[in-house]
């Protein structure tokens, strides 16, 4: 078994307001310059190397692909420099891409000190990329599980030093990053690592970790609580499936109430039940706990960061398997809202366990719930894996939300949420249908049936479908992208969403 929880990244990482001398330069084993293109001769010339480095780059063009040009200086360290230029108004998103291509090629040379000079920006795009190399670098050390006999050496980088212009949170980005690296690591976890009983370990030991409240609500507990829907799925066999509930209060919380629940799908394997996946669709069905990993590493980041805000967390960990006692198309199941549901797949188990949980997350009354699931294979074909799919009961929330995924580096797009959708949901036994078998717009649909559980408040909806993209995805360089704890991050402080979702009630 890989350890219970985690390793941090040992790297520092600090922002130099002394001018970058050769003195300092001397202490490097490499420098990365960030620059704007339409640097001037002037600004060239007071680059290190800089006559050299233009005409390198001249050569390369400003069109070719990563890496730009590189050189070495002639010190006794043999002082390795790339310099990468960004174009003028690049999005968010770009840049924090170029820059992780950028800082992968500087990385090569497996340097234990790296140096970031930017240089020529404004003082909002300087921040922005002193901001984007820094995470890019934590994430780029921050190591993931691996069960080789032979693992790969990790890498030397230990200190990362940011010169010239540009003013980045380092707390906020170091937040950030242990949410997002506690996210792609659960994930990557091994089905037989990463069951319901050892997921609870875990989350246990995060809690003493962070002084959260846990309680873990079981199955007999839950058959208390009729929670019907997400008992469906775990009857396939899964004794140790539960809900968990987290609370984090700040210590000078003036009451209990609170302002933000956060709600993650957590199934550990999903099999597809009774209606079993084909070989190619069970690959990766570990992944399928991400929303649960997501919500966790972003109550992380708001813990690192003293987040004034009361927030609940849920978590619907069990698996979907294959047994005797398994859920089956045209059961019907009672919700612990009272809604009854006609079943009609059982491999849309997702939308199943996330209904009981949002119903109780709705119980205590949030400012605003989000939840985040791996849920729809319709997402991933609407957006494909490079965004994820927004749906909100609010939709004057819909421009935050695209403004936290364009800001976040983590884009996502809203769905329409009209209600005239429920008709491809009516059922002629049971309140509502679980889904439907065309599959057509089922993202859409699947949305719509969570709203039924999410109460009455400001409710927002993730579908993950960037959660796992081949090569990584912005600063990310894993498969696993951990998509969630920067948006979400980027909503809750710079978007406000708890003022706007009040001021929508």
């Known amino acids: 078994m890989t350890d219970l929880l985690p390793r941090p990244p040992r790297l520092s990482v600090s922002r130099v307001a002394a001018a970058l001398t050769r003195q300092r330069l001397q202490k490097l084993e490499h420098l990365l310059i960030l620059a704007p293109e339409n640097l001037s001769p002037a600004q060239w010339r007071k680059l290190p190397s800089g006559t ?8 390369i063009g400003s069109k070719s692909a990563i890496p730009a040009a590189q050189t070495r200086l002639n010190n006794s360290k043999r002082t390795g420099i790339s310099l990468g230029l960004l174009p003028v108004g690049v999005s968010p998103f770009k840049r924090l891409d170029r820059i992780r291509l950028l800082l992968g090629h500087a990385m090569k040379s497996n340097p234990g000190t790296l140096g970031a000079l930017i240089t020529g920006f404004d003082d909002s795009d300087a921040t922005a990329s002193a901001e984007a190399v820094t995470v890019a670098a934590l994430a780029a050390v921050s ?3 691996s069960h080789k006999s032979k693992p790969s050496p990790a890498p030397r980088l230990r200190a990362l030093q940011l010169f010239g212009d540009g003013k980045p949170q380092l707390r906020r980005l170091r937040a950030e990053n242990e949410g997002n690296h506690l996210a792609r690591w659960l994930t990557t976890l091994p089905p037989n690592d990463l069951d319901s009983a050892s997921y609870k370990k875990r989350i246990a030991a995060l809690a003493k970790q962070h002084g959260w409240e846990m309680s873990f609500l079981d199955r007999k507990r839950l058959a208390r609580l009729k929670a019907g829907a997400f008992l469906a799925v775990a009857q396939g066999g899964d004794s140790n499936a539960g809900i968990v509930h987290l609370r984090y209060r700040p210590p000078d919380a003036s009451k209990k109430r609170p302002d933000v629940a956060l709600v993650g799908k957590g199934i550990c394997f999903d099999t597809g039940g009774v209606n079993l996946k084909p070989a190619q669709h069970m690959q990766n069905m570990h992944d399928d706990m991400q929303g649960s990993a997501v919500a966790l590493g972003t109550l992380t980041a708001l813990s690192r960061v003293n987040s004034k805000l009361n927030v609940d967390c849920w978590l619907a960990i069990t698996e979907n398997l294959i047994g005797p006692g398994a859920y089956k198309p045209m059961d019907v199941v009672t919700a612990s809202n ?3 549901i006609e079943i009609i797949h059982t491999d849309a188990e997702g939308r199943m366990a996330l209904a009981d949980t949002l119903a109780l997350a709705a119980e205590k009354k949030p400012a605003v ?14 957006v494909t894996e490079r965004y994820s799919g927004a749906f909100s009961n609010r939709q004057s929330l819909n421009p935050y939300l695209i403004k936290a995924g364009d800001q976040s580096g983590e884009r996502v797009w809203p769905f329409p949420m009209d209600d005239d959708f429920d008709t491809a949901l009516n ?3 049971a309140d509502i249908k679980q889904c439907t078998l065309d599959g057509i717009g089922d993202h859409i649909l699947a949305a719509r049936f969570l709203s039924r559980f999410a109460g009455s408040g400001a409710w927002v909806h993730i579908d993950l479908s960037s959660g796992r993209h081949k090569g990584g995805l912005a600063h990310i360089p894993t498969d696993v992208t951990g998509f969630g704890v920067r948006f979400t991050m980027n909503l ?4 406000e969403l708890l003022k706007h979702s009040l001021a929508n009630r």
């Open 492 to 495: 809750l402080h710079e978007q």
């Open 369 to 382: 719930i989000i939840d985040y699931a791996t849920l729809t294979g319709a997402c991933v074909g609407a």
């Open 338 to 340: 009272g809604t009854t």
């Open 427 to 429: 059922s002629s036994i």
């Open 52 to 59: 050299q480095l233009k005409d390198l780059q001249k050569r």
């Open 143 to 145: 190591e993931m599980p």
